[in-house]
């Protein structure tokens, strides 16, 4: 039984009809065709690259025989915008998720949150790519999704549903698919699996040069934070160097773990998820992972900062472990090798005596995805045990004293080219030294 609340409907306003009527709810919700945001510039996938993408979605959905798939998205570091970004390029904060619906023939519809200015604005943004952009009024995105497939006729057909999360599996909320399921009775409800990390696997041009803008994000926000650590200054400061850094780039902060512990008694293997109010002192190490987007595309990167000189320790410790160990995972990214060698390159740690966290690289796609390389074992789609031009890779070796008291985190991602591999961001390969005033 459907139990949500059911505003009024009302369809489209033209602006003629509610300029006059801005403080009336209603008519502000579904504004339509504005002079609002005329002149707001975003940058935007080309035509082409768009049709590319619908194609080699309604592709997938030939091959499992689907007539609608719906397409989520939101904030969460899984997906980052998922494939609503990948199909609208909005990037949704607002809401759990965002939909596109995608018919195997016809127009897709987007279902964005809000109303009023702010799906004005949203249409302005994709309209490249999707013309028709509907607000969820209040949450009611089945809703929406019911009327849109009645529009289609294909109340008798099978609908996909793709995760939300594809990492933990998640899909739309509950209540959102028993609307669905109530008010489409005589359809199928299908959960696909892995779509979107299949169609982004291989990276266009076009999406690739995101990905080395987000390698430039990358590196500014490392810049930033050597020039900020400083005796005195708390670890969410160096957080907010980072952030500030990415954002004025025109990107997206994805994740910004940071952390740090004295060198001459450590006892931190890993930067801090959540950087806290720890203020550093002269001696400590700063291990961190950062990863910034752009347009949707992120880009991770990791590498240790000292404040002051480092002890004689953590140099021995980066030149005869984590750099050697770094080196024989990378060497090992390039097309036509299998994902297994980065794994067996891994196990330098444990044969020189050491150990790591398990994690030693993985894929990205829009994010964090597979391949995934642990120490013990590879994660991987039959698709992607071979590595291919196009493919991004993100190598991370988080090598460990015997002791398990300190570690460092060196990090870097990479493209996947014909010839080779290329590292998308220009960080040097050394300890950074923050001056100590």
Same mark, same amino acid.
């Given at each position: ?9 009302? @369809? ?13 709810? !209603? ?5 339509? %065709? ?27 959905? *030939? ?6 798939? /719906? ?10 915008g998922g494939g609503m970004l990948w199909l609208t390029g ?10 596109? !619906? ?34 969820? *009024? ?15 006729? !294909?109340?008798?057909g099978r609908i996909g549903l793709m995760e939300i999360d ?7 909320p509950v209540n959102q698919y028993h609307v669905l399921r109530?008010?489409?009775? $005589? ?5 696909? +699996? ?9 990276? =266009?041009?076009?999406?690739? %040069?995101? &990905? *080395? ?9 490392? $810049? #930033? ?16 160097? #980072? ?15 940071? @952390? =740090?512990?004295?060198? $001459?008694?450590?006892?931190? /293997? ?6 806290? =109010? *720890? &203020? ?24 240790? /900062? ?26 090992? /990214? ?11 390159? =891994?196990?330098?740690?444990? %044969?020189? @005596? ?14 964090? $995805? ?11 789609? %039959?698709?992607?045990?071979?590595? +291919? ?26 493209? &996947? ?14 300890? #950074? ?5």
């Open positions: 039984m459907n139990t949500q609340i059911r505003p009024p409907r009302i @369809g489209p306003q033209p602006w003629e009809a509610v300029r006059g009527k801005l403080d009336q709810s !209603l008519p502000f919700a579904n504004m339509r %065709d504005t002079p609002y945001y005329r002149d707001a510039v975003w940058e935007q996938f080309s035509k082409a690259e768009y049709e590319r993408r619908y194609r080699a979605l309604r592709a997938k959905m *030939r091959e499992d025989k689907l007539d609608v798939v /719906i397409v989520p998205g939101g904030p969460s570091h899984w997906s980052f909005h990037w949704e904060w607002h809401a759990l998720s965002s939909y596109v !619906l995608v018919p195997l023939e016809g127009e897709p519809t987007m279902i964005y949150s809000m109303g009023g200015t702010h799906a004005e604005a949203v249409r302005r943004q994709v309209e490249v790519a999707v013309k028709d952009v509907r607000h969820s *009024r209040s949450g009611r995105y089945a809703d929406i999704m019911v009327e849109r497939i009645r529009e289609l006729k !294909l109340e008798r594809p990492r933990h599996g998640d899909y739309m109530d008010n489409l009775p $005589d359809a199928e409800l299908v959960f696909t +699996k892995g779509f979107l990390h299949e169609l982004l696997s291989i990276h =266009s041009v076009e999406e690739l %040069d995101c &990905v *080395r803008k987000a390698g430039v994000l990358c590196k500014n926000a490392m $810049d #930033a934070m050597v020039a900020r650590a400083a005796p005195g200054v708390k670890e969410y400061e160096l957080r907010a160097a #980072a952030g500030a850094a990415i954002l004025e780039g025109g990107g997206d902060i994805d994740f910004l773990i940071i @952390g =740090s512990t004295p060198m $001459d008694n450590p006892a931190l /293997i890993f930067g801090n998820p959540r950087p806290s =109010s *720890r &203020v550093l002192k002269k001696g400590d190490i700063i291990n961190m992972e950062l990863a910034a987007g752009y347009r949707g595309y992120t880009a991770q990167v990791g590498s240790p /900062i000292c404040v002051g000189e480092p002890t004689e320790m953590v140099k021995k410790f980066w030149h005869d472990v984590t750099l050697p160990g770094y080196h024989r995972i990378v060497a090992e /990214i390039a097309p036509g090798k299998p994902v297994e060698n980065m794994r067996l390159a =891994s196990k330098f740690f444990r %044969d020189n @005596g050491y150990q790591s966290r398990p994690t030693q690289c993985h894929g990205i796609d829009l994010v964090t $995805d597979k391949p995934h390389v642990v120490a013990e074992h590879v994660a991987a789609e %039959d698709f992607e045990q071979i590595l +291919k031009a196009g493919m991004v890779i993100m190598a991370e070796p988080n090598p460990i004293t015997p002791d398990g008291l300190f570690g460092i985190f060196l990090g870097h991602t990479f493209i &996947v080219t014909d010839k080779g591999h290329e590292v998308v961001d220009e960080f040097p390969l050394e300890i #950074a030294v923050a001056k100590c005033i």
